[in-house]
């Protein structure tokens, strides 16, 4: 009996051993890895994953979705602006395909339209010529661009651009009119030049009508990498581009490139409260189709580190196809945006 309970003492632990020691480095190494992790999916979060500049479009059409009316915001002159949006969209136009006689007729409609207002050119001409795909037997491309000097920044420059070219024809001869792209944002654009031509902006103005968008905005990209003069060497701080400014479905405009510059939110929080438009943030990040941060004219920009904003709708059912005519659109409506456009230049504080 006494060796049996001599050997139950022999299996109790010293009085002396603890049974968490052997834990002791590993709890040591922890309590010093793990703010240097913390820190470190902190600055992950921070500074490599895309940021939210703003709430979800659901969220956004939410709180617009009774937004009140008020009287509307008219300072552009409507009467051309329908005008040249009729001409643009209109048969003898045949689509603005370039190497074709509609777009001849389209390039010469911005011109005489420039002329009229008195825009300054670059180089002593206000066509900018350039060579792209080959389009109709033809790698002829034109922008046509104007600017209009500052009064108070005059060595600064923002660029306000449209394209003007769309897809012609199909094999059938059918007409892609393309009134909601882009002649909705060129007659616009017309629009803009004529004002600022006599109330200047507080910064220098170029109006860029762009041709050669639809084969891969190629008029856009040789502005960008060709934007010197003889006589000037613009600062360009700035590219609002309009592309598709009618048709938004239950009056929404969509105002993309937040997200890649969020300083400029406080445009669209300044302006939702004066326009009928719903004035909705999104489509400019996460890649993909619905990503346009590589859609349109503003590419270029983007690709240069300006700061850019892309006013538009979302693609409607006639979206490249012969039906997007001038007859679906909204009078009322466009004309409501092109003044937004107006407004968020007088908003903008670079």
């Known amino acids: 009996m006494a060796k049996a309970i001599e050997n139950t003492k022999s299996t109790f632990p010293s009085p002396r051993?603890?049974?968490?020691?052997r834990f002791k480095p590993w709890v040591r190494k922890t309590i010093i890895i793990l703010p240097v992790i913390t820190v470190a999916i902190l600055l992950i979060v921070k500074y490599l994953l895309p940021q939210q500049s703003y709430p979800s479009v659901s969220k956004q059409r939410k709180t617009l979705k009774n937004k009140p009316s008020i009287t509307?915001?008219?300072?552009?002159?409507?009467?051309?602006?329908?005008?040249?949006l009729k001409f643009l969209s209109g048969d003898s136009c045949a689509g603005r395909q370039p190497g074709t006689k509609g777009h001849r007729l389209a390039v010469n409609r911005i011109l005489m339209r420039m002329r009229q207002s008195a825009l300054d050119s670059f180089n002593s001409s206000l066509i900018q010529n350039f060579e792209g795909k080959i389009i109709n037997m033809s790698l002829k491309g034109q922008n046509i661009v104007g600017w209009v000097r500052g009064t108070a920044h005059p060595d600064k420059f923002i660029?306000?651009?449209?394209?003007?070219?769309?897809?012609?024809?199909?094999?059938?001869?059918?007409?892609?009119?393309?009134?909601?792209?882009?002649a909705s944002g060129s007659a616009c654009l017309l629009a803009l030049a004529k004002h600022f031509k006599q109330y200047p902006h507080a910064y220098s103005l170029i109006f860029a009508a762009f041709d050669r968008e639809e084969s891969g905005m190629e008029g856009a990209t040789y502005f960008v990498e060709n934007n010197s003069s003889d006589t000037?060497?613009?600062?360009?701080?700035f590219n609002l581009n309009l592309d598709m400014i009618a048709r938004g479905a239950d009056r929404e405009l969509f105002v993309s490139g937040i997200s890649h510059n969020p300083s400029l939110k406080y445009i669209v929080d300044e302006l939702q409260q004066k326009t009928n438009s719903k004035i909705l943030m999104g489509h400019d990040r996460g890649g993909g189709y619905h990503d346009w941060t590589d859609k349109s004219d503003h590419y270029p920009f983007y690709e240069?580190?300006?700061?850019?904003?892309?006013?538009?709708?979302?693609?409607h059912p006639d979206y490249h196809k012969t039906t997007d005519s001038f007859d679906k659109i909204d009078l009322n409506d466009y004309i409501e945006n092109c003044n937004l456009a107006f407004q968020m230049l007088l908003a903008i504080k670079l």
């Open 304 to 315: 240069k580190h300006i700061p850019f904003l892309y006013l538009g709708t979302e693609d």
């Open 17 to 21: 051993f603890k049974p968490w020691a």
């Open 159 to 182: 660029v306000i651009s449209a394209h003007y070219d769309h897809i012609g024809k199909d094999e059938n001869g059918n007409i892609f009119y393309g009134a909601s792209d882009n």
């Open 72 to 84: 509307p915001f008219r300072v552009l002159d409507s009467v051309q602006i329908v005008d040249d």
């Open 232 to 237: 000037l060497q613009p600062k360009i701080i």
